[in-house]
């Protein structure tokens, strides 16, 4: 299988403006309990376990390279988790 869905996967907090991320869920409810609790603001994104979002998305064919810089380290560093996350304003979602 090499569908996303089918991956195991963990629901990781990163705040507003922030470099690392603070909190990880196994579920979205976990996640969302935790940041209304806490009134925090910041995103709460779907990661796969066991292997890079960017791998993933190539390999599905979610993204295709296309630019010089697509593939360097850099690139692969700051490649996000894709459509699957949650927007948080004061602990309420957007």
Known sequence: MNDISSHEHVWIFHGQGTQFASAV???????????????????????PVGDGCYDIAVRE?????????????EHIARFGPGPHHVHITDGATD
Do not use: C, E, N
């Not at 196994?26 to 969302?32: K, Q, Y």
């Not at 993204?63 to 380290?73: A, C, L």
């Open 25 to 47: 869920f196994a579920s979205t409810d976990d996640g969302l309990a935790w940041a209304a609790r806490h009134r925090v603001t910041g995103i709460l994104s779907r990661y």
């Open 61 to 73: 064919g979610q993204f295709r390279p296309s630019k010089d810089h697509h593939g360097t380290p």
